[in-house]
């Protein structure tokens, strides 16, 4: 039996991806794993799926010199076989690295927004081949065997519908959505930059309503109440907002909808792993490493030739120099042509919609419609 510890001190929605990729890991070869995650929410995630005494925390509300003299104390006994930084990884995911005594230390590298220093001090890398999404980066990383999409998250999906699913059952009974066409709609991202407009976004949940008689659950973190609030009074009385839910109530919620619309964010990759249709209105990330996982999901985006841009991310303040055009001029007549065949296709034809469909509508504006190596169409309008 090996023992492994895989480091991923990114947000919700990354770690989520890793533990998908973990989990197959787990599956094909006779593994003892460990992890490291930030307590940004990730750690609720890798608790559901560890024991604690598996899981490592690097605690952001502490410096980083404290996290790391306290995580050397724990790591440096633990006799560790391999270390892997999943991907994306940076310098504080390298430096836990180091605090083992693993034989093996390996790190997956792109080339480009890497730590130098991870070059260099570890020997063990392999090279991430260009437009490769992170699920499918880190099953390289793990030397899992994989083609195209592994439908990975069983873990997560069972643990929803098994300990959270009379949660749901409840929701959409006193809401009145049972048996209705729902839809979960996230109008918020980390970071203004990734947020389509709100207006827009009431906008074409209106009209979906009046067209197919939707219902809306609007889904998001604490801190997103005031926006979840304004977007479901905007829409009217065919949306509920998720006022107060844990991340694992809101994942039984999103579970039980027909179709996810939402922005670049955790909520979009939790539909995606859940098995919910994804339509994502897209901004500037690069949606080849980051798009909702599998067949049947839609991004909807601008094709800048200036996204996908990194350049502002630290921060995440609207600092873009050309305004943010990526999200800002996506606009309804762009969104709502698309959203509504993929309802249209769901309630007619019961499935998922694909390219063929999306190239059926012949719209003026789009550029290119094609699918990325796991399945999901990508519907480019011209920038």
């Given at each position: 039996?090996?023992?492994?510890?895989?480091?991923?001190?990114?947000?919700i929605g990354n770690t989520l991806m890793t533990l998908c990729a973990a989990e197959k890991l787990m599956e094909?070869?006779?593994?003892?794993?460990?992890?490291?995650?930030?307590?940004?929410?990730?750690?609720?995630?890798?608790?559901?799926?560890?024991?604690?005494?598996?899981?490592?925390?690097?605690?952001?509300?502490?410096?980083?010199?404290?996290?790391?003299?306290?995580?050397?104390?724990?790591?440096?006994?633990?006799?560790?076989?391999?270390?892997?930084?999943?991907?994306?990884?940076?310098?504080?995911?390298?430096?836990?690295?180091?605090?083992?005594?693993?034989?093996?230390?390996?790190?997956?590298?792109?080339?480009?927004?890497?730590?130098?220093?991870?070059?260099?001090?570890?020997?063990?890398?392999?090279?991430?081949?260009?437009?490769?999404?992170?699920?499918?980066?880190?099953?390289?990383?793990?030397?899992?065997?994989?083609?195209?999409?592994?439908?990975?998250?069983?873990?997560?999906?069972?643990?929803?519908?098994?300990?959270?699913?009379?949660?749901?059952?409840?929701?959409?009974?006193?809401?009145?959505?049972?048996?209705?066409?729902?839809?979960?709609?996230?109008?918020?991202?980390?970071?203004?930059?990734?947020?389509?407009?709100?207006?827009?976004?009431?906008?074409?949940?209106?009209?979906?309503?009046?067209?197919?008689?939707?219902?809306?659950?609007?889904?998001?973190?604490?801190?997103?109440?005031?926006?979840?609030?304004?977007?479901?009074?905007?829409?009217?009385?065919?949306?509920?907002?998720?006022?107060?839910?844990?991340?694992?109530?809101?994942?039984?919620?999103?579970?039980?909808?027909?179709?996810?619309?939402?922005?670049?964010?955790?909520?979009?990759?939790?539909?995606?792993?859940?098995?919910?249709?994804?339509?994502?209105?897209?901004?500037?990330?690069?949606?080849?490493?980051?798009?909702?996982?599998?067949?049947?999901?839609?991004?909807?985006?601008?094709?800048?030739?200036?996204?996908?841009?990194?350049?502002?991310?630290?921060?995440?303040?609207?600092?873009?120099?050309?305004?943010?055009?990526?999200?800002?001029?996506?606009?309804?007549?762009?969104?709502?042509?698309?959203?509504?065949?993929?309802?249209?296709?769901?309630?007619?034809?019961?499935?998922?919609?694909?390219?063929?469909?999306?190239?059926?509508?012949?719209?003026?504006?789009?550029?290119?419609?094609?699918?990325?190596?796991?399945?999901?169409?990508?519907?480019?309008?011209?920038?």
């Amino acid at each position: 039996m090996i023992n492994i510890l895989v480091v991923s001190l990114q947000g919700i929605g990354n770690t989520l991806m890793t533990l998908c990729a973990a989990e197959k890991l787990m599956e094909q070869y006779p593994v003892n794993l460990s992890v490291a995650v930030s307590n940004n929410g990730s750690q609720e995630l890798a608790l559901s799926q560890f024991p604690k005494g598996r899981v490592y925390i690097w605690d952001e509300s502490d410096v980083a010199a404290k996290n790391v003299i306290r995580l050397g104390r724990k790591l440096r006994h633990m006799c560790f076989d391999r270390v892997y930084l999943a991907y994306p990884s940076y310098k504080r995911e390298g430096v836990v690295g180091l605090l083992t005594k693993a034989r093996e230390k390996k790190v997956l590298l792109d080339g480009a927004g890497d730590w130098k220093f991870l070059r260099k001090i570890y020997k063990s890398k392999i090279w991430k081949p260009a437009n490769m999404h992170d699920i499918n980066a880190n099953y390289a990383l793990f030397g899992v065997e994989s083609q195209g999409c592994l439908n990975p998250g069983g873990m997560f999906r069972r643990k929803i519908e098994n300990e959270y699913g009379n949660y749901a059952d409840s929701f959409f009974s006193e809401g009145g959505l049972a048996d209705k066409f729902v839809i979960a709609v996230h109008p918020g991202a980390n970071g203004d930059g990734k947020r389509w407009g709100t207006d827009k976004l009431i906008k074409l949940c209106g009209e979906l309503h009046d067209r197919f008689a939707c219902r809306f659950v609007i889904v998001g973190g604490s801190d997103e109440l005031k926006l979840k609030q304004t977007v479901a009074k905007g829409i009217g009385e065919s949306a509920v907002p998720l006022d107060s839910a844990t991340l694992f109530q809101t994942a039984s919620i999103i579970q039980r909808c027909s179709l996810f619309i939402g922005n670049d964010s955790a909520p979009m990759h939790i539909s995606a792993v859940l098995g919910v249709p994804v339509v994502a209105l897209w901004s500037y990330t690069d949606f080849h490493r980051t798009s909702p996982y599998g067949p049947g999901n839609i991004i909807i985006r601008k094709a800048y030739p200036c996204s996908p841009c990194y350049s502002f991310n630290g921060s995440f303040t609207d600092n873009c120099k050309f305004g943010m055009k990526c999200i800002k001029n996506l606009e309804l007549d762009d969104v709502l042509p698309v959203v509504s065949h993929c309802v249209e296709v769901m309630l007619d034809k019961k499935r998922r919609i694909n390219a063929e469909d999306v190239n059926s509508l012949k719209l003026n504006g789009i550029e290119k419609v094609y699918g990325l190596e796991h399945g999901c169409v990508v519907v480019d309008f011209r920038g």
